[in-house]
Each structure stands twice: as C-alpha cells, then as structure tokens.
C-alpha cells in the first residue's frame, strides 16, 4: 500500500490498490490501522485512480477506517473513483458515510 502522511494537515492519504478484494483488504486493514495509531491523523483521503476493481471486503476496509478515523474527531474523503467505483459506493450506501470528490 502506497501511502503519504501530510503533517502540516494532518491528513493521511493512501492510495488504494487495483484490485481491492478479499486477499489485499486484510493488509490494507492492518495498514491503515498501523498508520492511524502512528500519527496524530485528523483526516484520512482514500485515492481510487488506480482502482478498477472493488468487493464487500474492501467496503468493509473504508468504513472500518471512516469509523476509527471519525471516533478520534476526523473526517474521511474519497478521491478519483471512476464508474465502477461509484457504482459500489452508490449501492453500497457508502457514499452516505464518506465524502467523495471528482
């Protein structure tokens, strides 16, 4: 996992695999986690441009994070989703829980 921790702001922005299913959400999960506890995050920024593919691990993955992040005052966003993407978040209900900008 890729992933940029912005001091001056405070935002931690990871950007998502290709393919978030079942077999890369347990380390996104264990990431994500390691990197919030790590540093004082007062935002989390999920970058999908390389993400083609998503399944209900993944959705579990971001509204796990959306959770930790809003529990310690933050705020969650997702950036760059292409159709499929949206389409996800749409059925899924997570663009109820997670800001999204183009």
């Given at each position: 996992m890729k992933h940029k921790f912005q001091?001056?702001?405070?935002?931690l922005l990871i950007h998502m695999p290709r393919e978030v299913?079942?077999?890369t959400s347990l380390q996104l999960r264990e990431e994500?986690?390691?990197?919030?506890?790590?540093?004082?995050v007062?935002?989390?920024?999920?970058?999908f441009q390389e993400t083609v593919f998503m399944d209900s691990s993944g959705i579990g993955v971001i509204l796990g994070?959306?959770?930790n992040v809003s529990l310690a005052g933050g705020q969650a966003l997702?950036?760059?989703l292409n159709e499929q993407v949206k389409k996800i978040f749409c059925?899924?209900?997570?663009?109820?829980?997670?800001s999204i900008e183009a």
């Amino acid at each position: 996992m890729k992933h940029k921790f912005q001091e001056d702001t405070g935002y931690l922005l990871i950007h998502m695999p290709r393919e978030v299913d079942h077999h890369t959400s347990l380390q996104l999960r264990e990431e994500a986690d390691f990197l919030l506890r790590r540093y004082p995050v007062r935002g989390i920024v999920f970058d999908f441009q390389e993400t083609v593919f998503m399944d209900s691990s993944g959705i579990g993955v971001i509204l796990g994070r959306c959770r930790n992040v809003s529990l310690a005052g933050g705020q969650a966003l997702a950036v760059h989703l292409n159709e499929q993407v949206k389409k996800i978040f749409c059925m899924s209900g997570l663009q109820k829980v997670i800001s999204i900008e183009a």
